[in-house]
């Protein structure tokens, strides 16, 4: 069994940096491509970044492209989000998955991992 345990939310104002982490156990080959999604207020659940086992191959959404790097250290089994120039509508729970294949994913349903999120609110 797979169990992710995200970490580094806080509050921050408009403008700031911060760096989520996601460690993981489980069995070697149990976690493949990784990524990261959050959840505002009243919101559903929305895609921000992923990014392959090798971490060769990422995406980003369009809201945080060019402001958020996604990134992993296989050996240290973390996930990393760096998020810079941070905006009050980046306000919400982040959560970290897990698939089983290689690839990065954009959907939730091909992740089979969740952690149970960690908080960051950006004030104007």
């Known amino acids: 069994q797979v169990q992710l345990v995200e970490s580094g939310g806080k509050l921050v104002q408009a403008g700031d940096s911060l760096r989520l982490s996601c460690g993981w156990t489980g069995r070697f080959g149990s976690v493949g491509g990784m990524g990261w999604f959050r959840q505002a207020p009243g919101k559903e659940r929305e895609f921000v970044s992923t990014?392959?086992?090798?971490?060769?191959?990422?995406r980003y959404s369009d809201s945080v492209k060019g402001r958020f790097a996604i990134s992993r250290d296989n050996g240290n089994h973390t996930l990393y989000l760096q998020m810079n120039r941070l905006k009050p509508e980046d306000t919400a729970v982040y959560y970290c998955g897990a698939s089983e294949g290689e690839a990065p994913e954009i959907r939730e349903s091909e992740y089979s991992f969740w952690g149970q999120g960690t908080q960051v609110t950006v004030s104007s």
């Open positions: 990014l392959s086992w090798l971490g060769k191959r990422k």
